[in-house]
């Protein structure tokens, strides 16, 4: 076997046996988009379903449309989730019903490696239990901390604290395949300024047209706990952000300027290799795992809401203790970090080599173009 399938087996094996909790011999459901919806690779669901079988798996597929507004899930795709053991999504819907309650997601996993490249290199392949682990951790820091304060060379500088709020409460249903992100913290008891350069983005909630749009310079978001309170910037920057925040809300019927909550990225080893701007859809969907990157849910009293803001190279301090520093992710200063990355030696190996790519542009940051 070859270093190529044996990634792509060891991939399969920490999708089915460490994140599923699959056994061989059960049933596996691939709901997958179209090939020509360009968003996920076209050959990652067959080889998915090609290693699932080697490993003992009955596996059948449901392709599905794209549908850019999705209001339910199909009558037909939950039967057929029914009556599987475990349905994989390889298709944006699992990602557009991530935060719903209203539905048994018990068997649903939706993979953020969006292709066979990202499936099969150190994001695919580090073992999924550690990161689910060091997620805990994390979650259990920041719903303790008395204070915490985010910084960034363009210009963020917010702080406050997620003190009685419950973990999960507003966490997804479903769950993520590679584990790359903490919960996401309420933004009501926290307040300052959000720097935005490049573009404003959606979250994948629903696809709307234009999904982003153009800033020439760095924006300044105020904000104080969940209302955005002014721009700072260029006046046609400001103008822009004003006006597309209330496009997408005037088609959504929502509150324009509510921001839900925030989170950043745990894996160091999520990669995306080309510049957002050469898709804006698939940069949203895959490149928040990384630590280099920040975002806050905004637009809609809902998580995710409908505009991304995205902050680069975070200094994320928790209690006078810089966790994140200026994008790089210390998983050591947690409490019990160094157990944990003693527990899962490819962890550790992963944080002394993190991937640096997140989709900057040619200067170096977010870029339109």
Partial sequence: MGDDAKR?????????FKCAGARPGQSLLIVHENQSENFYGEDLHNLIANQAKM???VV??????????????????AKASELADHTVFMARLGDQVRFQSNTNFANWIITY??????LTSDFGVNDYRGFEALKTLVNMI??????IHVTCDAGSNFSGQAKNFEAGTSDVTI???PMSIFAPLPNSNF???????????GTGSNYYKPYA?????????EFSGNKITGFQGDAADIITAKNHYRFVAKKYGIDPFYIHSWHAGIHPSCSFNEPASTSFERWSGAAFGNPRLLHFHSCGKYPPGEISLNIVDPTISVDGEKIWDRGVFHPERLPSGKELMSEFPSLARAFKNPAKNIGLGMDGRLSFV
Avoid: W
């Avoid at 920041?142 to 204070?147: G, K, N, V």
């Avoid at 307040?191 to 983005?201: C, D, H, K, R, T």
């Avoid at 749009?213 to 978001?221: F, G, K, R, S």
């Fill in 55 to 57: 490993l003992g798996f």
């Fill in 113 to 118: 490696a969006i292709d066979c490249e990202m």
């Fill in 142 to 147: 920041m719903l303790q901390a008395d204070r």
């Fill in 175 to 177: 769950k993520r395949f």
């Fill in 8 to 16: 792509a087996r060891a991939a399969v094996e920490n999708l089915l």
């Fill in 191 to 201: 307040e300052g300024v959000i720097a935005q350069n490049g573009f404003l983005v």
């Fill in 213 to 221: 749009c153009a800033l020439q310079n760095t924006l300044l978001i």
């Fill in 60 to 77: 059948e597929f449901y392709p599905i449309a794209f549908d850019p507004e999705v209001k339910a899930i199909p009558d037909d795709l």
